[in-house]
Nanobody, 119 residues
Framework: QVQLVESGGGLVQAGASLRLSCAAS????????MGWFRQAPGKEREFVAT????????YYADFVKGRFTISRDNAKNTVYLQMNSLKPEDTAVYYC????????????WGQGTQVTVSS
C-alpha cells in the first residue's frame, strides 16, 4: 500500500503561482509513476501531469503546458506541481495519484487539496 498526502493548495489571484506537494509513504519503491489530477465543481476529474519515478519522464495535459511543471524528489518520496500564471479556470481540487504499472491506471489516490484562483 501507498499513502499519499497533498499540501500547498490555497486561494490566490489570477496570475499568481502555487506549488503543490505530494508526500508518499508505504511501499514507495514499487511506484512506477505519479501524477496530478484535478476536479472542478460539476466536472469530471481530469489528468494534469505525470512523472515516472525513475528517469523523470513527464507528460502534461495540453491546457497546462508551459504553465505547470511536475517534478520529483525520490529521496523525499515527494512529487511537486509548480503552477504558474494561474487562471480562474484552474480552480479545482487537485489530487495526487501513484501507479505501480504503466498501464494507464492509478492504484492509489490522495485526499486532495483545494486550489482557488480569483479573477
Amino acid at each position: 500500500q501507498v499513502q499519499l498526502v497533498e499540501s500547498g493548495g490555497g486561494l490566490v489571484q489570477a496570475g499568481a503561482s502555487l506549488r503543490l506537494s505530494c508526500a508518499a509513504s508505504g511501499r514507495t519503491f514499487s511506484i512506477y509513476k505519479m501524477g496530478w489530477f484535478r476536479q472542478a465543481p460539476g466536472k469530471e476529474r481530469e489528468f494534469v501531469a505525470t512523472i515516472t519515478r525513475s528517469g523523470g519522464i513527464t507528460y502534461y495535459a495540453d491546457f497546462v503546458k508551459g504553465r505547470f511543471t511536475i517534478s520529483r524528489d525520490n529521496a523525499k518520496n515527494t512529487v511537486y506541481l509548480q503552477m504558474n500564471s494561474l487562471k480562474p479556470e484552474d480552480t479545482a481540487v487537485y489530487y495526487c495519484a501513484a501507479a505501480y504499472l504503466n498501464n494507464g491506471d492509478y492504484d492509489f489516490w490522495g485526499q486532495g487539496t483545494q486550489v482557488t484562483v480569483s479573477s
